[in-house]
């Protein structure tokens, strides 16, 4: 029973690097999040997807790019990374309502 | 703009005691209010959520209450226990949260022994 499970869980990067971050939700689930997290800030959405195909911004996307291509599988990407983007990163799915989340990935720009 | 301001910041009570965090909101489209207890090196869990049809809502020692026309929710956990040490947010979203959450910032709850 993974639920959401998010990979890498720890990476970092040098200013300008890009890399993928992986979320995949085995519950069939029709949504999808992403959210960072900074101290003291509480959790910010970045992008979602409401089904397979469609993705929309949230509060804090400048910077991020995204892509849903299986149902299953919601991709972040960080096209030329910044020190502001070091965070951790969530993604959540859900059903309707109440959203699950992964364990996270902790993502430092150098 | 926050639209979802949570209070305290950090909070400590003693064992046994009853530990209260509170949160006010903004936009009156909000329908469903979830709150998320997080352990350090985890991601937020469901604790316990309401929707504004109801005035309270309680799962063993947790406790919501709702008060629609002021627009704030609070968190209650009677006989707080050192386990319930954590983070907690509240949330809140609308129409079943397919545009996603907005969160609070957060109370660091810890329970001395």
């Known amino acids: 029973n993974a639920g959401v499970t998010q990979t890498p869980k720890f990476r970092v990067l040098k200013t300008g690097q890009s890399m993928t971050l992986l979320c995949a939700q085995d519950?069939?689930?029709?949504?999808m999040y992403w959210y960072r997290q900074d101290p003291g800030m509480g959790l910010r959405l970045i992008h979602y997807?409401?089904?397979?195909?469609?993705?929309a911004k949230g509060e804090v996307p400048d910077g991020y790019n995204v892509s849903r291509l299986k149902k299953q599988n919601f991709l972040l990407g960080l096209e030329s990374a910044a020190p502001s983007q070091t965070s951790v990163y969530f993604c959540?799915?859900?059903?309707?309502?109440?959203?699950?989340f992964g364990d996270g990935t902790r993502l430092s720009i150098l | 703009q926050q639209q979802v301001k949570q209070s305290p910041q950090s909070l400590i009570v003693q064992k046994g005691g009853i530990s209260i965090i509170n949160c006010a909101y903004e936009?009156?489209?909000?329908?469903?209010f979830p709150w998320y207890q997080q352990f350090p090196g985890k991601g937020p869990a469901l604790l316990i959520a309401?929707?504004?049809?109801?005035s309270e809502k309680k799962e063993g020692r947790f406790t919501i209450s709702f008060n629609k026309s002021a627009k704030q929710f609070s968190l209650h956990i009677m006989d707080s226990q050192p386990g319930d040490s954590a983070t907690y947010f509240c949330?809140?979203?609308?129409?079943?949260?397919?545009?996603?959450?907005?969160f609070g910032k957060g109370t660091h709850l810890i329970i001395q022994p």
């Open positions: 997807s409401v089904g397979e195909g469609t993705t």
């Open positions: 936009n009156t489209a909000f329908d469903y």
């Open positions: 309401i929707r504004p049809d109801v």
């Open positions: 959540a799915s859900s059903l309707r309502g109440p959203q699950h």
């Open positions: 949330a809140a979203t609308i129409d079943g949260g397919a545009d996603g959450l907005t």
């Open positions: 519950m069939n689930h029709e949504y």
